[in-house]
C-alpha cells in the first residue's frame, strides 16, 4: 500500500488528522516532528531553533525518505516540508499526498503564541500570511488531492480521505 501523506500549513490538522485514520482504520502512523524529535532527544520545534530551517528541511527530507521507504501507510509532516525542493521531488513521486487546506485566519488562530512552533512566535501574523501564500504554491504543486479542511472535523475528514484513496 502506498503511504497517505499528509501536508498542510501549521495548524490544518495534520497530525490529529492522521492519528484518527491510524486510530479508526488501526493503521500505523508516523509523524516527522515526532520522529525527528525522537532521533535527537529534544523537540521538533526546539531542534528548529537549535540548527536554523535549512538544516531543519533537511533532516525533516531524510526523515520521510525513511518513512516513505518503510511504507508506514499514514504520514503526516511538518508544514515547511514543501519548502524544501528535495522534498517536493519525493512527494511528487508520490500518489496519496493529501493537502489539507485550512484559510489563513484558522491557522492562526489555532498557531497563534503556541511556544513550541518557533515561526508562529518568531514572525508576525503578516509575515506569517506571506509564507503562507508562498506555501499555498507548493502544496498545490505536490498534493494528488485537496481537501476543504477549513470547518470539518477530524472524524470528518478522516472519512473523506479513506474514501478518496
Ligand atoms: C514548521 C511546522 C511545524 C514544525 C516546525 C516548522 C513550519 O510542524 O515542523 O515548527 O515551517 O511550518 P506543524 O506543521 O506540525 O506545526
Same mark, same amino acid.
Given at each position: 500500500m502506498m503511504s497517505i501523506v499528509l501536508i498542510g500549513f501549521m495548524g490544518a490538522g495534520k497530525t490529529t488528522?492522521?492519528?484518527t485514520l491510524a486510530k479508526t482504520y488501526s493503521l500505523d502512523f508516523a509523524?516527522?516532528?515526532?520522529q525527528l524529535g525522537r532521533q535527537?532527544?529534544?523537540?521538533?520545534g526546539d531542534l528548529l531553533r537549535r540548527v536554523g530551517e535549512? &538544516?531543519?528541511?533537511?533532516?525533516?527530507?531524510?526523515? /520521510? &525518505?525513511? /518513512?516513505?521507504?518503510?511504507a508506514t501507510p499514514i504520514i503526516a509532516t511538518g508544514g515547511g516540508i514543501i519548502e524544501s525542493p528535495a522534498s517536493r521531488v519525493l512527494l511528487q513521486q508520490e500518489k496519496k499526498v493529501i493537502w489539507l487546506n485550512v484559510d489563513y &485566519?484558522?491557522?492562526?488562530?489555532?498557531?497563534?503564541?503556541?511556544?513550541?512552533?518557533?515561526l508562529?512566535?518568531?514572525?508576525s501574523s503578516s509575515e506569517l500570511q506571506e509564507r503562507f501564500k508562498v506555501r499555498q504554491k507548493y502544496y498545490r504543486q505536490v498534493a494528488d488531492l485537496e481537501i476543504s479542511a477549513t470547518k470539518k472535523s477530524p472524524q470528518q475528514l478522516a472519512q473523506e480521505i479513506w474514501r478518496l484513496t
Open positions: 488528522v492522521a492519528q509523524d516527522t516532528d515526532l535527537f532527544a529534544q523537540p521538533a535549512d &538544516q531543519f528541511r533537511e533532516y525533516e527530507y531524510q526523515v /520521510m &525518505q525513511q /518513512m516513505l521507504a518503510d &485566519q484558522t491557522c492562526w488562530s489555532r498557531i497563534a503564541g503556541d511556544q513550541t512552533r518557533p508562529a512566535t518568531k514572525l
